[in-house]
C-alpha cells in the first residue's frame, strides 16, 4: 500500500541556519513525489516535485528537495531559513503504477518554526 | 494567472443545516478535486473531476455530501445535512489533468472554506 512519512510533527531551526523538513514514503511502483507548504488560513502552495532525473530538485522561494531512492526519501531542505518560512509543510506521493485512478497520498504535516 | 478562487471564505452553520461551496478553477485545467481538511491532518480527496465527470468519489459520503461540476469548469460542494464532525477546511484544487493516469499532474489550490458546525 502507498503511504507517506513525515517523522517529525514540528521542526525548530534559527534564522540563517539550514533546515530540513523529512518525508519517507512507501510504493510499490516508482513514485511521484511533491511538497506543499501552507501558511495560516491560506490553501497548499506547490513548492516542487520529482518526477524522472536528477536526484536534486530546486523548487520555489529557495527551497530545495533530495529524492533518495535506496532510503526512500525525499527531504526539503533550504541553506539558509527565514522567519516568513514558518509554515505547515506537507509532502505528498504518487505511485506511477497504482492505475488509472492515482490519488495523491499526502503526510500529516510538519509545522516549521523559525526563530528570529 | 487567476488561481483557484473559492467562496465563501467561512462559514458557520448549525449542525443539520445544509451548506454549499463554489470553486472556479485555474483557466483551461480539466482536472478539478475537492478535498477536506481536518485541524491537524493532512488532505483527504472527496472528488475527482475530469472536465465534468467523476473520475474517484471513493470517499465522498454521499449520504450527505453531494458534488457537480456542470459545463466542465466551476464546481459545488453541498453538504445536507451536516454534521459536528464535518468541521473542517474545504479545499479546491485543479490541474491541467489532459490524461487522467498523468501522474506528474501538479495539483493548485485555492485558499479553502473554513465550515464550522455547532
Known amino acids: 500500500a502507498q503511504s507517506v512519512a513525515q517523522p517529525e510533527d514540528q521542526v525548530n531551526v534559527a534564522e540563517g541556519n539550514p533546515l530540513t523538513v523529512k518525508c519517507t514514503y512507501s510504493v510499490s511502483g516508482n513514485p511521484y513525489l511533491f511538497w506543499y507548504v501552507q501558511y495560516p488560513n491560506r490553501g497548499l502552495q506547490f513548492l516542487l516535485k520529482?518526477?524522472?532525473?536528477d536526484n536534486l530538485v530546486k523548487g520555489s522561494y529557495g527551497f530545495e528537495a533530495e529524492f533518495n531512492k535506496s532510503q526512500t526519501s525525499f527531504h526539503l531542505k533550504k541553506p539558509s531559513a527565514l522567519v516568513s518560512d514558518s509554515a505547515l509543510y506537507f509532502c505528498?506521493?504518487?505511485?506511477?503504477?497504482?492505475?488509472?485512478?492515482?490519488?495523491?497520498?499526502w503526510g500529516l504535516g510538519t509545522s516549521l518554526a523559525v526563530n528570529p | 494567472e487567476a488561481g483557484v478562487a473559492q467562496s465563501p471564505r467561512y462559514k458557520i452553520i448549525e449542525k443539520r443545516q445544509s451548506v454549499a461551496f463554489w470553486c472556479n478553477p485555474i483557466s483551461g485545467h480539466a482536472t478539478l478535486y475537492w478535498y477536506q481538511q481536518i485541524l491537524g491532518q493532512g488532505p483527504k480527496l472527496l472528488i475527482q473531476f475530469q472536465n465534468n465527470g467523476v473520475v474517484d468519489d471513493s470517499q465522498l459520503p454521499k449520504d450527505r455530501f453531494s458534488a457537480e461540476r456542470l459545463k466542465g469548469v466551476d464546481s459545488t460542494l453541498k453538504i445536507q445535512p451536516a454534521k459536528l464532525e464535518d468541521s473542517a477546511v474545504y479545499l479546491c484544487?485543479?490541474?491541467?489533468?489532459?490524461?487522467?493516469?498523468?501522474?506528474?499532474?501538479?495539483?493548485?489550490f485555492g485558499p479553502g472554506t473554513r465550515l464550522t458546525v455547532l
Open positions: 520529482y518526477i524522472t532525473g
Open positions: 505528498a506521493v504518487r505511485d506511477n503504477n497504482a492505475g488509472n485512478n492515482r490519488k495523491l497520498i
Open positions: 484544487a485543479s490541474s491541467l489533468g489532459v490524461l487522467a493516469s498523468d501522474g506528474a499532474d501538479t495539483q493548485y
